[in-house]
């Protein structure tokens, strides 16, 4: 066998910083600390019976993270962590040190999810933009992109009941029928594989399953500055009027969101506010040139909220999520903009 040399993860260490590591400027820049608090109030177990002390707070969220940035399952992120020295440097591991599997990374998550917190570390993250003059609030973009997740195989008839409200017929009668064949175990372990939440909705001639992420962002920083997560059945009008609030005071969409009872309800809340739509041309009424111009001012603004959506589908791994039900896609979207304000941060920062 080779010798192994004595300070060969020295060596390779400093070789990554050399090389430009993007995890260690991150670690330099953001004081992850400040979550701490929060994060340590919602995973909190009693040790008076004794057992394993729990792993560090700041190392699991900091793995969350490194998920939505590389597009990592919790078994994936496990051995990611053991098989790369920039992912160990920046969890502040060392080589041989305890490593959290898979499952326990999961546990985490969900206590965050349990608890709230994750949303409240992503205000807190923006509160901390705003004091160091990140977040301006001089101008508002607001802007949704679909979020997908594995189809559902149901028929039509059971969509339409999943859209009422209604119990299913088609499927759980499949179910029986694979069961007698022994095809499968168990009804309930197909049922749990399928998103009963997500909805289909259409865009062009593309169709596409699975959420949406209403966003709003910040136009000078591009920094999402507040979302809403819905099946992505529901249109982008409809979250228009609940992300809005004070502190905007010129906002700016597209023509999706061109319906004049949502701006009248806007006015009414917040007289003096200035939302600016771009026009839409009907049937046998044409945009004018007067419209076309307006369009364009507006477009070079309202475009940098598609810089957000385009980050993350070529750097993040893509807008979309491997878990099923509302409520872990909307604890993944909320860890996926918190990743994005935090790489967007480091830029404006660095």
Same mark, same amino acid.
């Given at each position: ?9 020295? %060596? ?20 992850? !600390? ?12 009693? &040790? ?10 700041? &190392? ?9 940035? #590389? ?18 440097? *920046?969890?502040?591991? $060392? ?8 499952? %326990?990374?999961?546990?985490?998550? +969900? ?8 949303? /409240?570390? *992503? ?7 705003? +004091? ?7 101008? %508002? ?27 299913? /017929? ?6 029986? +029928?694979?069961? /007698? ?12 594989? &399928? =998103? ?8 062009? =001639? ?41 502190? $905007?005071? $010129? ?12 701006? !009248? ?40 909220? /598609? ?5 993350? %589908? ?25 990743? #994005? ?10």
């Amino acid at each position: 066998m080779k010798q192994v040399k004595l300070f060969g993860v020295e %060596t390779q260490i400093g070789r990554l910083t050399r090389l430009g590591d993007p995890l260690k400027k991150i670690n330099e820049l953001v004081d992850w !600390e400040m979550f701490r608090e929060q994060i340590e109030g919602a995973i909190r177990k009693d &040790m008076s019976k004794g057992g394993r002390p729990p792993y560090d707070a700041i &190392m699991m969220y900091k793995i969350t993270m490194l998920q939505q940035w #590389y597009g990592l399952s919790d078994a994936g992120v496990e051995f990611q962590i053991v098989d790369r020295y920039s992912f160990m440097r *920046f969890l502040g591991l $060392d080589a041989g040190d305890r490593i959290p599997d898979g499952n %326990t990374i999961w546990d985490f998550k +969900e206590a965050l999810k349990a608890k709230g917190v994750d949303r /409240e570390l *992503f205000d807190l993250f923006n509160r901390m933009l705003e +004091e160091k003059g990140i977040i301006t609030h001089k101008g %508002t973009i607001i802007d949704a992109t679909f979020v997908t997740v594995p189809k559902r195989h149901t028929t039509k008839r059971d969509n339409e009941h999943l859209k009422n409200g209604e119990a299913l /017929e088609d499927l759980p009668a499949k179910c029986m +029928e694979r069961l /007698e064949k022994e095809e499968i175990k168990a009804v309930e372990d197909v049922m749990s594989q &399928m =998103d009963m939440d997500a909805r289909w909705a259409k865009k062009g =001639d593309e169709s596409f399953f699975g959420y949406k992420d209403h966003v709003k962002c910040d136009s000078e920083s591009k920094i999402i500055t507040d979302f809403s997560v819905t099946a992505a059945s529901v249109h982008d009008s409809q979250e228009f009027v609940d992300l809005v609030d004070a502190r $905007d005071k $010129d906002v700016k969409v597209d023509s999706g969101y061109a319906g004049e009872e949502f701006q !009248e309800q806007l006015y009414e809340k917040f007289p003096g506010i200035q939302v600016h739509v771009c026009a839409r041309a009907y049937r046998n009424k044409p945009l004018t040139d007067e419209d076309k111009r307006s369009n364009k001012e507006i477009s070079r603004t309202r475009s940098r909220i /598609e810089h957000i959506f385009g980050y993350m %589908t070529r750097f993040m791994a893509g807008i979309i999520c491997r878990v099923h039900g509302f409520d872990r896609v909307k604890r993944d979207i909320t860890a996926k903009n918190m990743a #994005y304000n935090i790489k967007r941060f480091v830029y404006l920062a660095g």
